[in-house]
Nanobody
Framework: QVQLKESGGGSVELGGSLRLSCAVN????????SGWFRQVPGRQRALVAS???????NYADSAKGRFTVSRDNAKNVVELQMDNLKPEDTGVYFC??????????????WGQGIQVTVSP
């Protein structure tokens, strides 16, 4: 069974940095399209950053220039480096990844979410 586990969240002050990691566990052959969503109270979960099948990267306007998403297939991790954080970045961050596991068809998996809080 494939599981995604986020780590690296927490509380920081305005201007601080955090690095979120998403470990993909299982008998992994390949990690395809993947990235991060963010959900805040009263709002729909929204895309923060994504890596497409052709390795192109998309960022939300709010993340562009401050966040960097990456994927390391050798280590089976998806990461989100967040710099110059703002209170507006506060929310629960969810990792997702399309994973090809041994003996199974590719399937999209999601992590449980991790809290990021930025104080002014």
């Amino acid at each position: 069974q494939v599981q995604l586990k986020e780590s690296g969240g927490g509380s920081v002050e305005l201007g601080g940095s955090l690095r979120l990691s998403c470990a993909v566990n299982g008998n992994i052959e390949n990690i395809g399209p993947s990235g991060w969503f963010r959900q805040v109270p009263g709002r729909q979960r929204a895309l923060v950053a994504s890596i497409l099948h052709d390795s192109r990267i998309n960022y939300a306007d709010s993340a562009k220039g401050r966040f960097t998403v990456s994927r390391d297939n050798a280590k089976n991790v998806v990461e989100l480096q967040m710099d110059n954080l703002k209170p507006e970045d506060t929310g629960v961050y969810f990792c997702y990844a399309s994973v090809k596991a041994s003996g199974f068809r590719p399937y999209e998996y999601w992590g449980q979410g991790i809290q990021v809080t930025v104080s002014p």
